[in-house]
């Protein structure tokens, strides 16, 4: 019965079973929950980079109207150390004076409305010894971090096989930092119920965040229960515990009532960390027909003071191309600015757009056809251990996609295409994302009435998980996807793991798997021990299920519904836990491959005036089986659009004196608008994966990397311009 | 945000009374620029009076003028069908600017009155503003500064005046409309914006209390041609990095006369004298076009976030110049 069955329920392009709910305004997300007698917060936050706070006067926010809390470092509760989860999470707010980045939080004012909070928190006035900040990441002063996380690779002889290349290409490719930006703004409402916490937050991960307020606030994990049954967007913003989540908490324990505290667009930018910038130096070395032979790949990032960071930008350099040699190494640079973290592709977004621009610049030295070199240099296995991939279908990709978009009918010289006063070029990019599934569990519950319920602490972040869970379920237990209720985004539900990496529905999904499959077993047992039940003595291997009934294979007359099961039983509902743990390379002796996919852009640009447009994207990937068809082109499309932002939009700027974040609003952080997005043709290729047990390999971000670098390289094939820094924008492209 | 007081007279006497006799009372209108800054931090006023409900809102055709009532809307000016007619870029400019909702808050009046967009302005945590704090100096200057002015600007304050709509209405000679308590004066638009110079705090020459009531657009003849070229990063909803407001009339191939403003790169929305000098009697050709434009970007006052744009400037008026003339 752990064959997937009901392609009729799997795979097909169902609405989301949430949809009704958030178009009436049903789904309430945090910023929606008032409760009675609920009082506001507001944040104060520093306005130097970095020093000491010498003075905070409060007395006139004290005495501000209906100001009920100040709470500075000086009154604030002594908070226990928060423990990482993965990476680190910001140690707890207002512990002392030090000022570690511009914009982080010296005090929190409570009081009855969100507009006495805020009118009070702008009167507090603050005086700073300040010191002198690093903000360069080529300041020397800086601390330096080598290899951050063990990760550098090396195989062959990668300074050799250079020497010896007969082409090289010897580049540096940057990256500018971008904010995550859900539209959701981050709130949490934070209730005390004597020692027991309730808190409705945003975030992507709810036992994280319960398992992390806990240990700051010395109460055990039992007593915090965190509700987020919808959030209004991560993109990653979500997967830390921000300061401002022990902020409102501890400003209720202060005022003794509930306390909502909403970010404000501004305070999104500092509070809840950004993709970091990037500095990537490429070495390729490569044969005169345009096989490679080298891979010399080493990134720079960009730290806060007091935190950390996965962003292992040239590790896309190991499992992305087949190459004898190949070095990768990393380094973070530790500075005065608000925290980094992960956004929609961490390191794979950056080091893609370094590592698809040099294979081009390849393609070009040695007169090769971008798109042929890249079949060219396929990895047929894992190069690095040379072990067979769990599947990857990359090829497939860049092959569907070149014919979707009609690459041979280039013309392949440079500038050699033009509309009026544009030149028209055609770019292309592969993309290999990484692998990452971590540990989870789900229950899965068959009620009397033969419907059923599964429930697990996850989140949606919007992704659809709701939906695809409930098809997964439905599948498993042969049940129509209406007669299965998802309850997702409460900590108390069973162990769930974080809606990130593109690993949530390898992970969630096998837990259902694994939980269906005891249920199943469950109620073969239990009808065994029913003499009448056609299902006796049928062993469980035979067992088939439809329609709500299980039955034998082959004979569907013989069989029984689940709900006729219960109810022979006397049993209201029968239930059962599943988990999964991530399977290891070694033993299935493969290599878990990510997502894969081939993009291909037509790219325009007003010779005179630099102007770009993107005119036609083709993005084709494989994501091993695609449960929903639907969403997961959502899932494409909206990562195709961050893909614009990324290549030719967003760029958080921070004034280099003050470490200040120049650009924080929606009207000088450009977004990609709709006009800036062309008609983007979506199509899936590969098959069901062989590394979990459902096949699948998570779209959340991969539609986003590999974007800018086709965009790019289409740029260069227009103009003859090679750009090597994001965004790109028409003062680099003017004449 | 503070608490404020909150009025909406029915006249308009009553209105520009109760702003005239309180310091501290502004005119509320739309609100799309008045109320994000009083969110800001930056306006605090202790009484907003609101003036939306007056009977200053309509187009009217007066012989070759159309007089716009001050609380027109964006969106119901640029449906004006004489206007489509007549002086279209006046409608390009307009449903080039902000986004469907907001021209359907905004007002004209209040759309020739909209502050700056510089972030050193709006963000009151910033010390260093001429404008918002006379005397404190210019933060943008030192710092990131893309959105802003290269003509009339100076170390004391680059910011860039942003309507869309000012930039035609200039090169149009619109009138405004000035209503006080001692009665009404008119004030072409061209000698409406004050070059910063050392106050960048005063940017037009309405004295306090004082409210515009109307706008005069006045037509040009039948058969001119005109264009409103706008260029930013995003294909919408951003305001101009550089552009060219051209109306002309022709001949054969002959420029016989030409109004032209620029927007995006002044401290006040741009005439070009110079440029109109040079097109006019002038064939339309490349050569004419290019000295157009040199004429138009002299002395430049550039930071390094700014420098692109004397070129695209220029690149730009050439570009409306040679569209709106073939
Ligand atoms: C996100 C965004 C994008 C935008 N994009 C663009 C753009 O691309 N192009 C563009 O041109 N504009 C743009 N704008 C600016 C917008 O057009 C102006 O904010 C709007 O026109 C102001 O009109 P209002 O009626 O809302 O004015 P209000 O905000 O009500 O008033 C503005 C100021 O003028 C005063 N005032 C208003 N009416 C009068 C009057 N009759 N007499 C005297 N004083 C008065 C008020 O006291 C206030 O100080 C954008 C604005 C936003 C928020
Ligand atoms: S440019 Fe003008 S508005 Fe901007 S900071 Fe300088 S003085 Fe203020």
Redo the contacts with the bound molecule.
């Keep these: 019965m752990t064959t997937i069955q009901q392609p009729r329920i799997l795979g097909a392009g169902v609405n989301r079973v949430d949809g009704p709910l958030k178009v009436t305004g049903q789904a309430r997300y945090p910023n929606d929950f008032n409760l009675p007698g609920m009082a506001y917060a507001a944040v104060v936050r520093s306005t130097i980079p970095s020093g000491r706070i010498r003075r905070m006067d409060t007395t006139a926010a004290e005495k501000s109207p209906g100001v009920l809390e100040v709470i500075t470092h000086e009154n604030a509760d002594h908070l226990g150390e928060a423990p990482p989860s993965f990476v680190k999470n910001p140690q707890p707010p207002l512990q002392d004076d030090v000022i570690r980045f511009y914009g982080q939080y010296i005090a929190v004012v409570v009081a009855d409305t969100q507009q006495n909070a805020t009118a009070a928190a702008r009167r507090i006035e603050v005086e700073y010894d300040r010191h002198e900040a690093l903000l360069d990441p080529h300041d020397p002063r800086a601390e330096r971090i080598k290899d951050p996380w063990g990760e550098d690779t090396a195989w062959g002889d990668v300074r050799t096989a250079l020497n010896r290349a007969p082409v090289m290409i010897d580049q540096t490719y940057t990256t500018s930092e971008n904010t995550n930006n859900p539209l959701g703004l981050f709130t949490t409402v934070a209730s005390w119920d004597g020692d027991t916490l309730t808190l409705h937050d945003s975030n992507q991960w709810p036992n994280m965040i319960q398992q992390v307020v806990a240990a700051m606030f010395g109460v055990p994990r039992d007593a915090v229960r965190v509700l987020t049954p919808f959030v209004g967007g991560g993109f990653g913003a979500g997967l830390r515990c921000w300061s401002h989540i022990p902020l409102a908490v501890m400003a209720a324990r202060h005022v003794g009532r509930p306390v909502k505290l909403e970010l404000t667009r501004p305070e999104m930018f500092t509070g809840l960390g950004h993709r970091t910038a990037s500095i990537n130096w490429i070495r390729l070395g490569a044969t005169r027909d345009g096989r490679l032979t080298a891979i010399e790949h080493e990134s720079l990032t960009t730290l806060p003071l007091d935190g950390d960071e996965y962003e292992p930008c040239s590790s896309v350099s190991t499992w992305s191309y087949a190459s004898p040699n190949v070095t990768t190494r990393d380094q973070q640079v530790r500075l005065n600015i608000p925290w980094t973290n992960f956004m929609r592709a961490p390191g794979d977004a950056q080091g893609n757009f370094a590592l698809e621009s040099a294979i081009d610049e390849l393609a070009w030295e040695v007169g090769l056809d971008p798109l042929e070199i890249r079949l060219l240099n396929y990895a047929e296995v894992d190069p690095k251990t040379g072990r067979p991939w769990s599947s990857n279908a990359l090829r497939q990709c860049l092959e569907v996609g070149a014919r979707r978009f009609g690459w041979s009918e280039r013309n392949p010289e440079i500038r050699s295409m033009r509309d009026g006063h544009e030149l028209v070029g055609y770019g292309v990019a592969g993309v290999s994302f990484f692998w990452y599934q971590q540990p989870c569990s789900a229950r899965v519950i068959v009620k009397g009435d033969g419907s059923a319920y599964v429930r697990s602490a996850v989140t949606d972040i919007g992704t659809g998980t709701y939906t695809i869970m409930a098809q997964l379920a439905a599948g498993l237990l042969g049940l129509e996807v209406d007669q299965v209720e998802m309850q997702l985004g409460d900590s108390s539900m069973p162990v769930g793991t974080a809606a990130g990496g593109s690993g949530l529905t390898a992970a969630l999904g096998s837990a259902v798997h694994d939980a269906c499959g005891r249920l199943i077993q469950k109620f073969v047992d239990l009808a065994g021990t029913d003499p009448f039940s056609p299902l006796a003595n049928v062993p469980f291997e035979d067992i088939e299920v439809s329609e709500g009934r299980l039955f034998r294979k082959g004979e569907p007359t013989r069989g029984e519904s689940l709900a006729r099961i219960l109810a022979v039983h006397g049993l209201t509902e029968l239930s059962a836990d599943g988990n999964s743990t991530p399977n290891s390379p070694e033993q299935l002796g493969m290599t878990p491959a990510g997502a894969r996919g081939a993009r291909f852009v037509e790219v325009r640009v007003d010779e005179d005036l630099g102007r770009i447009r993107v005119a036609r994207i083709v993005t084709v990937n494989d994501g091993g089986r695609i449960l929903n068809e639907k969403l997961a082109r959502s899932q494409i499309l909206g990562g195709t659009v961050g893909g614009v932002g990324m290549a030719l939009f967003e760029e958080t700027v921070t004034d280099k004196d003050t470490g200040r974040i120049a650009n924080a609003t929606?009207?000088d952080y450009l977004i990609p608008v709709n006009a800036d997005i062309p008609d983007v043709h979506i199509e899936f290729v590969g098959e069901p994966d062989a590394f979990n047990p459902i096949g699948v390999k998570g779209v959340g971000e991969i539609g986003l990397v590999g974007v800018a670098p086709a965009i790019a390289n289409g740029i260069f094939h227009a103009t003859g311009k090679r750009i090597r820094a994001l965004p790109i924008t028409m003062d680099m492209l003017m004449d | 945000m503070r608490e404020f007081r909150y009025e909406r007279p029915a006249t308009v006497a009553e209105a520009i009374r109760a702003?005239s006799h309180d310091p501290e009372a502004?005119?509320?209108?739309?609100?799309?620029?008045?109320?994000?800054?009083m969110k800001d931090g930056v306006?605090h006023?202790d009484l907003?009076v609101d003036?939306?409900r007056l009977p200053?809102r309509g187009v009217r055709r007066n012989g070759t003028m159309l007089q716009v009532g001050?609380?027109t809307?964006?969106e119901e000016l640029a449906a004006d069908r004489t206007l489509v007619e007549r002086a279209p870029f006046v409608v390009e400019?307009?449903l080039?600017?902000?986004?469907a909702q907001?021209?359907n808050?905004?007002?004209?009046?209040?759309?020739?009155?909209?502050?700056t967009?510089c972030r050193y302005f709006r963000d009151p945590a910033v010390p260093a503003c001429n404008k918002r704090e006379p005397g404190s100096g210019c933060e943008a200057v030192n710092s990131v500064a893309r959105m802003h002015a290269i003509l009339g600007a100076s170390p004391a304050c680059i910011a860039l005046h942003?309507?869309?709509?000012?930039v035609p209405l200039v090169a149009l000679d619109a009138v405004v409309h000035?209503q006080s308590e001692e009665g009404e004066r008119l004030v072409p638009l061209t000698q409406f914006y004050l070059m910063p110079g050392e106050t960048p705090d005063r940017e037009n020459v309405?004295r306090h209390g004082?409210?515009?009531?109307a706008i005069d657009i006045p037509l040009p003849p039948p058969g001119t041609r005109s264009i409103y070229l706008?260029i930013r990063d995003r294909a919408s909803?951003?305001?101009?990095l550089t552009s060219a407001a051209v109306a002309v009339i022709m001949d054969g191939g002959v420029i016989k006369e030409a109004r032209v403003a620029m927007?995006g790169i002044g401290t006040i929305p741009w005439r070009c004298f110079e440029a109109e000098e040079v097109l006019r009697e002038a064939p339309a050709t490349p050569d004419t076009f290019r000295s157009a434009a040199d004429g138009t970007i002299r002395d430049p006052f550039v930071v390094p976030g700014t420098a692109f744009k004397v070129e695209l400037a220029k690149r730009t008026l050439i570009r409306a110049l040679t569209e709106v003339t073939s």
Excluded: C, H, W
């Design positions: 929606f009207g | 702003v502004d005119f509320l209108a739309g609100g799309t620029t008045e109320v994000d800054l306006f006023p907003l003036i939306t200053l001050a609380l809307t964006m400019a307009l080039r600017g902000a986004s907001l021209r808050m905004a007002t004209i009046g209040g759309n020739l009155l909209q502050r967009r942003a309507s869309d709509l000012a000035i309405l004082e409210l515009i009531t706008k909803y951003e305001f101009a927007g």
